[in-house]
């Protein structure tokens, strides 16, 4: 049945011309608004959440071991206590084959459509999943539901589009006839037909765990794969929602539910290791860290993987005719959602002597003090800090900021945020240092950690940040330059490190945004990812084409 | 300079329509005449092959430690005497790093253009090149003029097509404007590039030096990256051939030669293992056996690593109405290069209580003698029998040949073929085994080996089959069928065990060979191989893409 793909078709190819024109297109509004949502959607949306707090998170007809397992803490210190229906590994892949089986067989169309009225039903629930993400990785509201419902939202239509253009690329039928000379010619009908690689699994992560996790799930599921969704532990509520509406969808149309399903597990029982060694799995997608990232791309050789990372983020500050503009942007930057985005600059590189700015000369501390007062003013306001920053989702970035203070020498220390005090929180630490003297600066230090790194020219930083990026990874870079000359070195040493550069951020537009249908995200160049989220690539891999071929009927 | 793209962009564009079409095309005619390749290419192309007898294969420019290697000779006797600078890894690896700093800024038209004049000269030249491939394979002069001319070339056009178009898919720059409400757009200014993967390194092999190594080399160069080429020790010559070509046309381009090397080396002392796991090899494209497959793809880590491997292709013969036809067409699979191809099939699976046929009911045994009679037949004249058969490339085949009679009951012995006596010959053997009885047949037997196979039942010799294709791997399956119901079932089978299926083949057309431009070649859905040479997939992966965003200017 191709209901939901007539219903969503028109919006399906809104999204092919956009992923081709790369221009700004996004199907679902960003706003967090009643006129568009609806009222009642954000009192709706927090009284569906409430109701699971303290419940079991039922998922009828998914594999169980009878056990229950879920340990999620608010950031923002309220107490979640969802548990979720543990599976045996052995169950889980053997629902998701046994449900695979119709899946595989599906058409294009017909999954293509399956995925787009899953993605359409969770945006119609983007308020309660504002809640769940919120609670779960301790991003303010706002950004909760923009980068938790929306534009994770964008990212799963791209990723279905992406899979839609590649498997229809090629024709399902050709009618191939030779020339004999003389003879007659040689006729031949085939058939082609996509072959889904088998199960694939995602593993989320804690701070995105819609935006990085739709891609691969939808990626994978669109192009044939039955999937399997491995949450981190302290962000499960987000996926197990999707999934649930998902399941939905998928009954609807006629398929077995456990072509998606949920592996719920807890901090120190985790079930990833052994479920990405599984023989039948095929596929892996992975958002985490650069170790166990490269645990899962060492050991899961059975599969294909697909790997987010980590990196280490710059920015180089060569001059600006925007000195006030630039050190706003950079201070945002800094304090969105307290700096743990994989997007988030940590090292700001400033030439030693200091940059030419529309405000004259400024010194190297004259710019790390700009940029400490930008962030002052940003956070002043007790409630504004709160929104910007939101809460820290992993103790242990709490304590790897209270250990940073010794890497160089502090500019701005971190706080916590007033009247959130349930909370765990903490505004961006600013730390000064010399590139010639340290290499603090050069190990990840995720969270609200950041260093202003002394260096002998503008093109010395370019060359130090594109280096750290071959090292250890980026995602992104931004430079500010009023040349030309020095923008041009940026953009090839930043492109050749595979690194997406931003230059002279002023306005309402931040080096940590990706956007859905335009930018890349994650090259798959350097140590940050082996793939890259948002291309042919990423959905090319994920099936394969087999063909019959008979003599044409006379 | 985008000389040599104007020149072929008109053939460009028909290979970009071919490849979505998936019907019948090629840009080089196969037929190794006069008329086409002019009068006297036929003689030039020998002359220049018996030029290089004896002698040092000159590639100026090239890196070399000053040895010279080479140890080939003809599976027909003829001695080749050819040496080749050899070259030590960080030589290699060190002038393929440079030449490729300039080939990864060429622009897309640029590497295009030169890879496409590189195919039309190597087109030019396909007598030469069947002279060299017919000396280090063992294939006939017609075959080793086909395969390793115009259909190789295909190929090599093919790659270079899939290649360009992935290229070109995403547009070069875009203007990305976000409404914001009542205030003015965010309008960005983005341009994006290719970011080629490195250094690419292509293992060829003893059967096919030219048409399974060029999509490789092509889809590598075509998408930015420089390429080392590491020939099988007994078939350098058709690689070194190619090579030269490349080098010169790249020379005349503007480019570094060294882009495109020769890892020239002797069995015993190969270089393989120590070349791919170069730290800075970032592509592999290996064709061979499973077990170096194997080990590539488990060892070279840091490379993306595409492997067609070997399998153990079926014949299912389950009802005809054409036997003497199927017959024939069966026993030129077998014969036709003494079955060294990885589309050979090895075992035809038949009911045990026999077919239906246009000719009335055919026992088990009288199915096998049919095929015996029709190889007899297609062979019984010796000249005929050396054009189709050739000779056998390694002498183990000829051993496995000889310890293969104690497998099962021999239908046919294999024979050498009269006239070529200094040449190492070997007419099929085909044995008779019951599947319920002996697992001989699951093995693959690489060489003029086949089996005729009872099986219970035709449902039970397709499950048979399909479950040898997953377990051990195949690139080609046929069935012989007058039912739809079983035309089906082995569609499904095969289709979901990724194997490309040919029904009811009696033609001039065989299960072996695979059409450029149309069939998918390898499903990378099972053992034989991990990749399609002839997807999106193929060439998505050798590159990257890198993202410069700006505002506009107001």
Redesign the interface.
């Known amino acids: 049945m191709t209901r939901f793909f007539e219903t969503h078709r028109e919006m399906l190819d809104k999204a092919l011309a956009a992923a081709?024109?790369?221009?700004?297109w996004s199907p679902y509004p960003e706003a967090p608004s009643g006129k568009i949502y609806g009222e009642t959607a954000k009192d709706d949306g927090e009284a569906a959440f409430t109701a699971r707090l303290g419940n079991s998170f039922a998922l009828a007809g998914h594999p169980t071991n009878g056990e229950l397992v879920g340990k999620e803490a608010s950031p923002f210190g309220l107490p979640l206590e969802i548990t979720y229906p543990a599976a045996d590994i052995d169950q889980l892949i053997g629902a998701s084959k046994t449900a695979g089986e119709a899946w595989?067989l599906a058409s294009v169309e017909e999954r293509t459509g399956v995925c787009l009225e899953i993605i359409h039903r969770i945006n119609k629930r983007s308020f309660e999943m504002a809640n769940a993400v919120m609670h779960t990785t301790g991003q303010a509201f706002v950004m909760a539901f923009q980068a938790g419902g929306p534009h994770a939202q964008d990212r799963a239509v791209e990723a279905v589009a992406y899979a839609y253009a590649?498997m229809t690329?090629?024709?399902a039928t050709?009618?191939?006839?030779?020339?004999?000379g003389k003879h007659d010619p040689?006729v031949?009908d085939?058939?082609?037909?996509i072959?889904p690689?088998g199960i694939a699994v995602t593993i989320g992560c804690a701070t995105f765990p819609t935006w990085n996790g739709y891609p691969g799930i939808f990626a994978s599921l669109a192009t044939g794969n039955s999937v399997i969704v491995k949450p981190h532990p302290t962000a499960v509520l987000p996926l197990a929602l999707s999934i649930e509406i998902g399941r939905e969808v998928l009954r609807e149309a006629g398929f077995d539910p456990n072509v998606l399903l949920l592996a719920a597990d807890e901090a120190g029982t985790e079930i990833t290791k052994d479920l990405v060694l599984h023989p039948e799995v095929a596929i892996v997608d992975f958002t985490g860290s650069n170790s166990f990232g490269q645990w899962v791309?060492?050991n899961a050789?059975q599969a294909q993987v697909y790997t987010e990372e980590a990196g280490v983020n710059s920015i180089v500050v060569a001059s600006t005719d925007n000195f006030k503009g630039m050190c706003g942007n950079i201070a945002f930057s800094l304090s969105l959602y307290s700096g743990q985005m994989c997007t988030a600059p940590q090292n700001i590189y400033v030439p030693r002597d200091g940059i030419e700015t529309d405000a004259g000369h400024k010194s190297f501390d004259e710019v790390a003090e700009g940029i400490k007062i930008a962030i002052d003013k940003l956070l002043g306001d007790p409630a504004r800090a709160a929104g910007i920053c939101g809460a820290i989702a992993n103790p242990a970035t709490l304590e790897r900021v209270k250990q940073a203070g010794s890497l160089g020498e502090v500019i701005r220390a971190s706080e916590a945020i007033e009247g959130l005090d349930g909370a765990r929180t903490a505004t961006p630490m600013l730390l000064k240092i010399d590139a010639a003297q340290s290499d603090a600066h050069l190990e990840e230090r995720f969270g609200p950690i950041a260093f202003v790194v002394a260096a002998d020219s503008a093109e010395d930083a370019i060359a130090r940040a594109a280096q750290s990026a071959r090292d250890k990874g980026a995602i992104t870079a931004a430079v500010y330059a009023t040349d030309e000359a020095t923008?041009d070195k940026a953009?090839d040493a930043?492109?050749?490190a595979?690194?997406?550069?931003?230059?002279?951020?002023?306005?309402?537009?931040f080096v940590n945004q990706s956007?859905a249908f335009?930018?890349?995200h994650v090259?798959?160049?350097n140590p940050a990812g082996n793939a890259?989220l948002t291309?042919?690539?990423f959905v090319?891999?994920r099936f394969?084409?087999?063909?019959?071929?008979?003599?044409a009927a006379a």
């Open positions: 081709r024109d790369r221009g700004y595989i590649e690329r090629n024709p050709a009618t191939w006839t030779k020339p004999q040689i031949m085939k058939e082609f037909r072959l690689r791309r060492e050789r923008l953009a930043f492109s050749r595979g690194v997406s550069l931003s230059c002279n951020l002023t306005g309402n537009i956007a335009s930018d890349y090259s798959g160049a890259c291309d042919a690539a090319a891999n394969r084409v087999t063909a019959i071929r008979r003599h």
